[in-house]
C-alpha cells in the first residue's frame, strides 16, 4: 500500500489527501484507481470527521452488531461487479474456515473473516447526499465488502439506522468497544 499523503500531485491534480479534503464524493475504488492506491488508501486519505478506522479483529463483533439494525444496503464491489442486495445481516457462526451468514434473508453467503484487516465507518458524501456505511478492508487494501445505512421513499437515510451507526462508530472511536 502506498502512502497517502504523497500520492503523487501533479500539474492537473493535486495530492490524494488534497483531493478528498476538496471533495470527498465518488466512488472510492475510482480515485484510487485514479491515483494508483488500494481502495482502502483512498479511505484513508478522507478527512478525519469521514472515517473512523477500527482493527479487522472486531470483524465478529461488528456483525453481530449489525444483526439488530434491519434491512441494510450490502454491496460487493469487485472490478467487473457492484453487487446490491438489501435485507438484514442474519447471525453468523464460524464453521470450514469461513464466517457463515445463514438465515432468512437474502443476504448469505460465507466470508473469510481472517482476511478481514481493516474495518472503516466511512460518513461522506455520495452523490450529493449524505453516506453512511461500514467497509471491510482485507490485507491488500481492497473491500471485502461494504455495509450500507438504507435511505426512505424520499431517499433520506433511516433515522433508526443513523442512530444505530452513530452509536457502534461513537463506542470505536471512544475505544469502549
Same mark, same amino acid.
Given at each position: 500500500?502506498?502512502?497517502?499523503?504523497?500520492?503523487?500531485?501533479?500539474?492537473?491534480?493535486?495530492?490524494?489527501?488534497?483531493?478528498?479534503?476538496?471533495?470527498?464524493?465518488?466512488?472510492?475504488?475510482?480515485?484510487?484507481? @485514479?491515483?494508483?492506491?488500494?481502495?482502502?488508501?483512498?479511505?484513508?486519505?478522507?478527512?478525519? =470527521?469521514?472515517?473512523?478506522?477500527?482493527?479487522?479483529?472486531?470483524?465478529?463483533?461488528?456483525?453481530?452488531?449489525?444483526?439488530?439494525?434491519?434491512?441494510?444496503?450490502?454491496?460487493?464491489?469487485?472490478?467487473?461487479?457492484?453487487? @446490491? *442486495?438489501?435485507?438484514?445481516?442474519?447471525?453468523?457462526?464460524?464453521?470450514?474456515?469461513?464466517?457463515?451468514?445463514?438465515?432468512?434473508?437474502?443476504?448469505?453467503?460465507?466470508?473469510?473473516?481472517?482476511? *478481514?484487516?481493516?474495518?472503516?465507518?466511512?460518513?461522506?458524501?455520495?452523490?450529493?447526499?449524505?453516506?453512511?456505511?461500514?467497509?471491510?478492508?482485507?490485507?491488500?487494501? @481492497?473491500?471485502?465488502?461494504?455495509?450500507?445505512?438504507?435511505?426512505?421513499?424520499?431517499?433520506?437515510?433511516?433515522?433508526? =439506522?443513523?442512530?444505530?451507526?452513530?452509536?457502534?462508530?461513537?463506542?470505536?472511536?471512544?475505544?469502549?468497544?
Amino acid at each position: 500500500m502506498s502512502d497517502v499523503s504523497t500520492a503523487s500531485p501533479t500539474a492537473e491534480r493535486p495530492s490524494l489527501v488534497e483531493r478528498m479534503a476538496g471533495n470527498a464524493d465518488g466512488i472510492l475504488e475510482k480515485i484510487a484507481a @485514479e491515483y494508483g492506491v488500494s481502495t482502502l488508501d483512498a479511505v484513508k486519505a478522507l478527512p478525519e =470527521q469521514f472515517r473512523t478506522i477500527v482493527p479487522g479483529a472486531a470483524f465478529e463483533k461488528i456483525l453481530a452488531a449489525l444483526v439488530a439494525w434491519g434491512p441494510v444496503v450490502f454491496i460487493v464491489h469487485t472490478p467487473d461487479i457492484v453487487l @446490491e *442486495c438489501e435485507g438484514p445481516i442474519p447471525p453468523g457462526t464460524y464453521g470450514r474456515g469461513y464466517f457463515n451468514l445463514h438465515g432468512d434473508s437474502p443476504i448469505g453467503g460465507h466470508i473469510r473473516a481472517e482476511n *478481514c484487516e481493516t474495518i472503516v465507518f466511512v460518513a461522506r458524501p455520495f452523490m450529493g447526499r449524505e453516506s453512511l456505511s461500514l467497509q471491510f478492508f482485507n490485507g491488500a487494501g @481492497e473491500a471485502m465488502f461494504k455495509v450500507f445505512v438504507r435511505r426512505d421513499d424520499k431517499r433520506d437515510l433511516i433515522a433508526e =439506522q443513523v442512530a444505530l451507526y452513530n452509536d457502534l462508530r461513537k463506542s470505536y472511536k471512544n475505544g469502549s468497544a
